[in-house]
Each structure stands twice: as structure tokens, then as C-alpha cells.
């Protein structure tokens, strides 16, 4: 069974561009998490998508953006970009959101210039 | 705010010795406790979890244990071998809800 994975592996932005981020579940995973990892900061939660719904949020700015479709893929996107977006996001698949274990892909690395 | 909390970021442990890496919450509603081993380059690998009605839980060389009181929960590694060598993160979270809170991660260094 194929793993959780992110496109593009690797971005760089200049500040005020917006960026879009993919991620393809582990293939019947249902619950899509993202997460900003940064030096220091570990991970911080950004969102929860289930079955297209956004369920839970963290605390980042409205530029900070999510949606899930009917496969279950999930897209983050942020707009307006700043320099202290610049990390690594990184997005994990469960089966139903009710399976505590998280399935974690490569992530992608943003720089923002 | 950091709901969780690892303060050593680094720890260095000679093959075949133990390995203690230790997390701190806050929030008592937490009720599900989990580790996650993290390589460059990769995402974090789900390691063991423990909820909160349990003191410890075992599988193989990892133990992972709950002191609900001190709000502290540890993970052991017994022995500790060069292959370990990775940043482990703490997370904790409400079961049933799917939001988890990560601590900032500890880089073990096992050295031969």
C-alpha cells in the first residue's frame, strides 16, 4: 500500500506570492491532518479535513487555508506569504479520524524569500 | 502556547544503553499520549502510544510511561542501538478528537 504523499517536495516563494500545497492520503484514509514544522516550534497543528469538511483548526492566521476532495486528497494553501512561513508542512493520513495513529508524509519545504 | 513540552533537545547515549527522552503537558484534558521517530527527510513514523487509563505500555525495546499526577510521560529504549539515532516527538491529544499537540522534539544521538 502506497504511503502518504506531498508535492511538490520542495518550493520557493518570494514574500507576498501565494502557494499551494498537495497531499494524497494513504489510499481508503479518510482524515487529513497538516502540520507547520519550524526549528524549536516542532509540530503545529493547521487543520483537520474529514470527508471534505474541515473538523478541527489550529491556531494560524485566514491565510492559512485547507480543502479536501471527494478522494480524500488535500490541498493547503497560503496567500500572502511572509518570511515566518517558511518551513516544513507536512500532512498525515488516518483511517477515520477516530484511529489516534497518524500516517506522516515527507512534507514539503517551503522558503519564502 | 506550548501544551507540550520536551526541554532536552538533544541526548547523546552509548550503544546498548538506555535511552530516557521525557515530555511534559499541560492540559489535563489529554487523554491519549503518543511518540513519533522522525529521519531527515522523512515524516515523523508513529512509535508507540499509551492512553491515559494505562501507566505504561510496551513493545519491544520501547516503553512508554504516564505519570498522569506529574503531567510527564517518558519513553524508554532498551537497548539503544545506532539505527535510534533520530528526533523524537511527543504528542498528546483528546481521544476521539483529532487534534494533537506536538512537543518540539528531542534529537537522540546513539553513538557505537
Known amino acids: 500500500k502506497a504511503g502518504v504523499t506531498q508535492t511538490p517536495r520542495y518550493l520557493i516563494k518570494t514574500r507576498g506570492q501565494q502557494v499551494t500545497l498537495s497531499c494524497s492520503p494513504i489510499?481508503?484514509?479518510?482524515?487529513v491532518s497538516w502540520y507547520q514544522q519550524t526549528p524549536g516550534q516542532g509540530l503545529q497543528f493547521l487543520f483537520e479535513?474529514?470527508?471534505?469538511?474541515?473538523?478541527n483548526k489550529g491556531n494560524f492566521p485566514g491565510r492559512f487555508s485547507g480543502r479536501q476532495f471527494s478522494n480524500s486528497r488535500s490541498e493547503m494553501n497560503v496567500s500572502t506569504l511572509e518570511l515566518g512561513d517558511s518551513a516544513l508542512y507536512l500532512c498525515?493520513?488516518?483511517?477515520?479520524?477516530?484511529?489516534?495513529?497518524?500516517?506522516f508524509g515527507p512534507g514539503t519545504r517551503l522558503t519564502v524569500t | 502556547d506550548q501544551q507540550v513540552k520536551q526541554n532536552s533537545p538533544s541526548l547523546s547515549v552509548q550503544e546498548g544503553r538506555i535511552s530516557i527522552l521525557n515530555c511534559d503537558y499541560t492540559n489535563s484534558m489529554f487523554d491519549y499520549f503518543l511518540w513519533y521517530k522522525k529521519y531527515p527527510a522523512e515524516g515523523p513514523t508513529f512509535l508507540i502510544s499509551?492512553?491515559?487509563?494505562?501507566d505504561k505500555n510496551e513493545d519491544g525495546r520501547f516503553t512508554v510511561f504516564l505519570n498522569k499526577s506529574a503531567k510527564h510521560l517518558s519513553l524508554h529504549i532498551v537497548p539503544s542501538q545506532p539505527g535510534d539515532s533520530a528526533v523524537y516527538f511527543c504528542a498528546a491529544g483528546v481521544y476521539n478528537f483529532n487534534k494533537f499537540y506536538f512537543g518540539s522534539g528531542t534529537k537522540l544521538n546513539v553513538k557505537p
Open positions: 489510499s481508503g484514509h479518510r482524515s
Open positions: 479535513y474529514f470527508s471534505e469538511t474541515q473538523r
Open positions: 498525515a493520513s488516518s483511517l477515520d479520524g477516530l484511529t489516534l495513529e497518524q500516517y
Open positions: 499509551i492512553s491515559s487509563i494505562k
